[in-house]
């Protein structure tokens, strides 16, 4: 157990919906990192909020944005489903700086 | 583009064999390498590597870099069914996002009793 959450496990949406994925950090963690795996691929750098401020992003279209709030925790929310982002979505929370990572469970999200 | 390459992409061995998982890089300003095992869905930390020829060891695992060359290895012996995982590989250069790992697409190993 790393101590990072997130919800909901698994969702299914349909194409054209928005949807919200939330984490938790880990108790003491100022930086929140998401993360987008497809099935049979590694994990794929969204975004990453420091001190409630973007600041850091991957090739993701801004369809994909996030929140990051007071007490560390973060949203990330994707507008206009597409079929191919169905994936697993990860959450990693750290101190700024820090070496290491620690990963949520992650949310199983379809887009039918 | 900064991309990272593991192989095999999958591996079957029988419990008690040795195996040796690869993993090679390009990226600019190369900062550290970890290693993470995903049996389900969150990734667990293995190891970080920083510096060459520097053994890091836990166990039965041990991994070690090559800066020179551009890669690293990961080592199981005495391989265990609950070894059975996909082994990631990723690589954090220094500017940017502290926190932006470049994930390889993983070794699907599966231990055999």
């Known amino acids: 157990e790393t101590g990072v959450t997130q919800s909901p496990t698994h969702l299914i949406k349909t194409r054209g919906q928005q949807v919200t994925l939330r984490c938790s950090s880990q108790?003491?963690?100022?930086?929140v990192s998401w993360y987008q795996q497809a099935l049979g691929q590694g994990p794929q750098f969204i975004f990453q909020y420091y001190r409630e401020e973007e600041n850091g992003r991957g090739n993701f279209p801004p369809r994909f944005s996030g929140l990051q709030f007071p007490n560390y925790s973060s949203e990330l929310n994707v507008n206009a489903l597409e079929l191919d982002d169905s994936a697993l979505y990860l959450c990693a929370s750290s101190w700024q700086g820090s070496t290491e990572a620690f990963f949520g469970q992650g949310t199983r999200l379809t887009v039918v | 583009e900064d991309k990272v390459v593991q192989s095999p992409l999958s591996l079957v061995v029988h419990e008690g064999d040795t195996v040796t998982l690869n993993c090679s890089y390009e990226v600019t300003n190369f900062r550290s390498l970890l290693w993470y095992k995903q049996e389900k869905k969150a990734p667990t930390f293995l190891f970080m590597l920083?510096?060459?020829?520097i053994e890091k060891k836990s166990g039965r695992l041990s991994s070690i870099l090559d800066k020179k060359e551009l890669f690293s290895i990961l080592n199981i012996t005495a391989t265990q069914t609950g070894d059975s995982a996909v082994y990631l590989c990723a690589v954090r250069n220094y500017g940017g996002a502290t926190n932006k790992l470049i994930f390889g697409t993983g070794t699907l190993l599966a231990v055999q009793p």
């Open positions: 108790s003491g963690h100022n930086t």
């Open positions: 920083t510096s060459s020829g």
